[in-house]
């Protein structure tokens, strides 16, 4: 089974400041990783995601993230931020083969609050 | 332009009635996905389809059943509404096959009086 943990329920930073949210899974193997991204009264809007390769992978909007293998990690993270990146950020796993490929398993999720 | 449509939006209805909430995309896509999201829990898997006529049980199906007649619509039926289902329910697509990615709808807020 998997699982994903996201161990900061509420981040606050300042406009301009650099920003990283932690993401660790469990998984017998390496998944499929995604962070998405929730405004208020929205659904999720995918920032990006890691099938294979290169382990730093950029989304949207500024935002890269870097797969760790050896500590189950998939940290979302920004150079500078803008108040208008105030959300939660959900990141999610899926089993990368068989049946339940694109069954997502998702975190808490983070709430960012970036101070203008 | 493609995309991943609820309605209603906002819904109220009283205990032990039927609801159902409708999903539909336009993205072509194979899997859909019914989700509810609760403060703390996050995102909960309630049903999906993987193509028209398959329904699947999620993670919490206790409730809930879910009807795929077509490849663009997705509905979830709550047969006795009750208010522990008071929550936000989300569809999502996805493609399926080697593609694991999920398209979100704006939700259905859904409160049970």
């Known amino acids: 089974a998997q699982s994903v943990t996201q161990p900061d329920a509420r981040v606050t930073v300042s406009e301009g400041a650099s920003l990283q949210l932690r993401c660790k899974y469990s998984?017998?193997?390496?998944?499929?990783l995604f962070w998405y991204v929730q405004y208020p009264r929205q659904g999720l809007q995918l920032l990006l995601k890691?099938?294979?390769?290169?382990?730093v992978v950029q989304g949207v909007n500024g935002f890269e993230a870097e797969f760790s293998k050896s500590n189950s990690s998939f940290h979302l993270r920004k150079a500078s931020v803008h108040w208008s990146d105030s959300a939660v950020y959900f990141c999610a796993v899926s089993p990368n083969t068989g049946a339940n490929t694109g069954k997502l398993t998702f975190g808490h999720g983070t709430i960012l609050r970036v101070h203008p | 332009e493609a995309a991943v449509t609820q309605s209603p939006r906002n819904k109220v209805a009283v205990t032990g009635g039927k609801v159902t909430l409708s999903c539909n995309q336009t993205n072509n896509h194979n899997n859909m996905y019914w989700y509810r999201q609760d403060t703390g829990h996050g995102l909960r898997l309630i049903h999906y389809?993987?193509?028209?006529?398959?329904?699947e049980k999620g993670d919490i199906p206790d409730g809930y059943k879910a009807s795929r007649p077509s490849q663009e619509n997705f509905s979830l039926i709550l047969e006795l509404a009750t208010p522990s289902q008071t929550s936000v329910y989300f569809c999502?697509?996805?493609?399926?096959?080697?593609?694991?990615?999920?398209?979100f709808g704006p939700g259905t807020r859904l409160t049970v009086l």
């Open positions: 890691y099938y294979s390769g290169d382990p």
């Open positions: 998984s017998s193997v390496t998944p499929y």
């Open positions: 389809s993987y193509g028209a006529g398959s329904t």
């Open positions: 999502a697509s996805g493609p399926g096959y080697n593609y694991a990615e999920q398209f």
